[in-house]
Antibody
Framework: EVQLLESGGGLVQPGGSLRLSCAASGFAFSNYAMSWVRQTPGTGLEWVSAISRSGDTTYYVDSVKGRFTISRDNSKSTLYLQMNSLRAEDTATYYC????????????WGQGTMVTVSS | EIVLTQSPGTLSLSPGERVTLSCRASQSVSSSYLAWYQQKPGQAPRLLIFGASSRATGIPDRFSGSGSGTDFTLTISRVEPEDVAMYYCQQYGSSPQTFGQGTKVEIK
């Protein structure tokens, strides 16, 4: 069964850090670019970051550039999102998905992990 | 960035009715790189349509997509109670790829 399983969400204070993980199974993870997409009640769905199959190319939405870092470990079939200098507006459910979001739609989604940035 | 505007905001229908959801882009969507997603409460989005009109694997044929350029449509030919959900369009031909704000489908 094709599956993505996120973990690492939680409550963090403004300015804090959090690392999200996404464990993939049931498909050839190393053959896919991967992305993080977040969702808030107010702003809806927003693509956050993407990484190439090899991990040597990364992309970010402007609002997280310099604060978030996407990475992957193909030997562990795992995707990561290191989030630093967190802000209240980063509060969202974070989903990992397949694809880079450019020329490919998102076919595989995890169940999401909730991140709350609040004092 | 391309802004996608979905309409209407909410639809309330009876089972068996035909429903049409609209997605309008602020500029032309490259090569019909337009997708539709269904999201039920408490669940992740699910891909329904890609390339404006191609159904994703396992999607019932009562769901269909059409359109090009700046105007796109998702049609549910005969709505069923299990179709209660939010529906989002997404363009993925121009960076950054963007989502519409969603249309809520309710059953009377």
């Amino acid at each position: 069964e094709v599956q993505l399983l996120e973990s690492g969400g939680g409550l963090v204070q403004p300015g804090g850090s959090l690392r999200l993980s996404c464990a993939a199974s049931g498909f050839a993870f190393s053959n896919y670019a991967m992305s993080w997409v977040r969702q808030t009640p107010g702003t809806g769905l927003e693509w956050v970051s993407a990484i190439s199959r090899s991990g040597d190319t990364t992309y970010y939405v402007d609002s997280v550039k310099g604060r978030f870092t996407i990475s992957r470990d193909n030997s562990k079939s795992t995707l990561y999102l290191q989030m630093n200098s967190l802000r209240a507006e980063d509060t969202a459910t974070y989903y990992c998905t397949d694809g880079s979001g450019t020329y490919t739609a998102f076919d595989i989604w995890g169940q999401g992990t909730m991140v709350t940035v609040s004092s | 960035e391309i802004v996608l505007t979905q309409s209407p905001g909410t639809l309330s229908l009876s089972p068996g009715e035909r429903v049409t959801l609209s997605c309008r882009a602020s500029q032309s969507v490259s090569s019909s790189y337009l997708a539709w997603y269904q999201q039920k409460p408490g669940q992740a989005p699910r891909l329904l349509i890609f390339g404006a009109s191609s159904r994703a694997t396992g999607i019932p044929d009562r769901f269909s997509g059409s359109g090009s350029g700046t105007d796109f449509t998702l049609t549910i030919s005969r709505v069923e109670p299990e179709d209660v959900a939010m529906y989002y369009c997404q363009q993925y031909g121009s960076s950054p790829q963007t989502f519409g704000q969603g249309t809520k489908v309710e059953i009377k």
